[in-house]
């Protein structure tokens, strides 16, 4: 029922789908910021939201828990396990209303019109070249400056019902030590199915997203140990909540 692996090295999820080499131009605008992309990123985020809603209360029994922590989400780096082909969708149509930009591979531009949909929906690729990186890190910065926020996966990579919160890597909190920005840290927990979810998930738990109280970087001193502290911190936290809230666990 729920994925009990442990390889903590693996950094992909193949779907079956293979995407096309992607290759950013040196001007390249991370975070589409403008009027229309507010208007139209916006409005496919409620479209989406609309067609999720069957599956996330009708089948997936899913619940959000610790809702007056929502207010936190602005301008704040939004943590997360990393357990479903669609948790990025699941957070971001659960703050229809802010703007959550999500980071993402960059090869995850490759798929078509896909990409495109994801693009529109706030999806911002982490280049590949150094040069790249730097103007990312720089407009990442001015992006939670300006109030919006950003969701990062920790873990890297995505392993679907993952029973355990994976190890995170220092890096993913660079973004919220450069912005001196706080962190939003969430975690999705599996719950037995009861009353009419024994019928909709029969071979899958149901899924609850929790968001916990904002978590504030402490500088160490270093740049390298503030980060490892974060992220062992956190860690610590999220896995700490997700065994005595979860009904599956290891």
């Not at 589409?32 to 496919?44: M, Q, R, Y």
């Not at 989400?73 to 659960?94: C, F, R, Y």
């Not at 103007?135 to 992006?143: G, H």
């Amino acid at each position: 029922m729920v994925n009990n692996e442990k390889n903590e090295n693996q950094h992909t999820y193949d779907n079956g789908f293979h995407p096309k080499e992607v290759i950013l131009k040196e001007n390249y605008k991370f975070y589409l910021n403008n009027i229309f992309f507010k208007f139209f990123s916006t409005l496919l985020i409620l479209i989406t939201k609309f067609f999720l809603f069957f599956p996330k209360h009708l089948v997936w029994g899913y619940k959000i828990i610790g809702k007056k922590n929502k207010k936190y989400a602005k301008g704040s780096v939004i943590i997360s396990n990393h357990i479903h082909q669609l948790d990025a969708l699941i957070l971001i149509t659960s703050y229809p209303f802010k703007r959550i930009y999500c980071t993402t591979l960059q090869s995850n531009l490759g798929f078509g019109i896909v990409s495109k949909y994801f693009r529109l929906g706030g999806a911002v690729p982490i280049p590949n070249d150094l040069k790249l990186f730097k103007k990312f890190t720089k407009e990442t910065k001015e992006a939670l400056e300006s109030k919006s926020s950003i969701l990062v996966y920790p873990e890297a990579s995505l392993m679907p019902y993952c029973d355990h919160i994976r190890p995170f890597l220092p890096g993913a909190f660079q973004f919220a030590l450069n912005a001196n920005a706080k962190i939003l840290p969430t975690v999705y927990t599996f719950h037995k199915p009861k009353g009419i979810y024994k019928l909709t998930r029969r071979k899958k738990p149901c899924i609850h997203y929790n968001i916990l109280n904002p978590y504030t970087i402490k500088d160490m001193g270093n740049r390298k140990l503030t980060m490892e502290t974060a992220a062992k911190e956190l860690n610590d936290m999220l896995s700490k909540y997700y065994i005595e809230n979860s009904d599956y666990f290891s």
